[in-house]
């Protein structure tokens, strides 16, 4: 039997967590985390399986020695460059990460069923694009208007807008997410507020699993 989470077996209420990019999904995995929550994080565990040799090794026997830098790690930048300009290309990497990111997953929900975690967070950009919602009880999307995650990903993560839209280019719309997704996070305003909304939906989830 899979270790993966599903809505048969799982102890902890499993949250899929989405957003539009910039929207801060992360700043809401952390205020779960916070909470008491397992966060699984896909892009952590992405960021990890680049690095790992045999990984390595076929992207340079790929797309040549200089996906790798002189410091011995994979230069994201170009990795990037490289799938974001070509759909099977990302598709292949896809196919040699994804299956690294699945077992990190399914090892970061077996230990929080053991420890007796209330709730397990599947923290993922392509959560509704990966299929991954099968794995979840409930999806949450996090959003903000698109001014606002333009300034956050610009002064962040040194991006354009340019660069934004080539990256949602790639993604589900963020009104698609929106429409697939159970709840909306809208992460507008201040920490506080959002950390409120956080708690209510917490809150409601508690209830309903008492009520099951």
């Known amino acids: 039997m899979s270790d993966e989470p599903s809505q048969s077996d799982a102890e902890p209420v499993v949250i899929g967590l989405c ?3 910039g929207a801060g999904k ?3 995995a952390r205020l779960l985390a916070e909470r008491g929550a397992a966060v699984s994080d896909a892009d952590s565990d992405s960021r990890s399986a680049l690095e790992l040799e045999e990984v390595k090794s ?3 026997a790929w797309w040549g020695p200089g996906m790798v830098g002189e410091d011995g790690g994979v230069d994201r930048s170009r990795v990037a460059e490289r799938v974001f300009a070509d759909p099977s290309e990302r598709q292949k990497l ?3 990460i994804h299956p690294i990111v699945r077992q990190a997953r399914a090892e970061a929900f077996a230990e929080a069923r053991a420890e007796g975690v209330c709730f397990f967070v ?13 794995l979840c009880d ?3 999307f996090v959003d ?16 354009d807008e340019a660069e934004l839209n080539r990256r949602e280019s790639a993604q589900w719309s963020s009104n698609r997410k929106r429409d697939a997704s159970d709840r909306v996070l809208n992460n507008n305003g201040s920490i506080e507020e959002l950390a409120s909304q956080i708690d ?4 409601t989830l508690l209830h309903e699993r008492a009520q099951a």
Do not use: F, K, N, Q
């Open 94 to 96: 896809e196919s040699l």
């Open 122 to 134: 599947i923290d993922a950009p392509l959560l509704h694009e990966a299929e991954l919602t099968p």
């Open 26 to 28: 992360s700043t809401v």
């Open 58 to 60: 076929a992207l340079v």
């Open 138 to 140: 409930v999806v949450w």
């Open 144 to 159: 903000a208007p698109r001014e606002i995650r333009l300034e956050r990903v610009v002064s962040g993560r040194g991006w």
């Open 200 to 203: 209510t939906a917490l809150a």
């Open 19 to 21: 957003g539009a990019i």
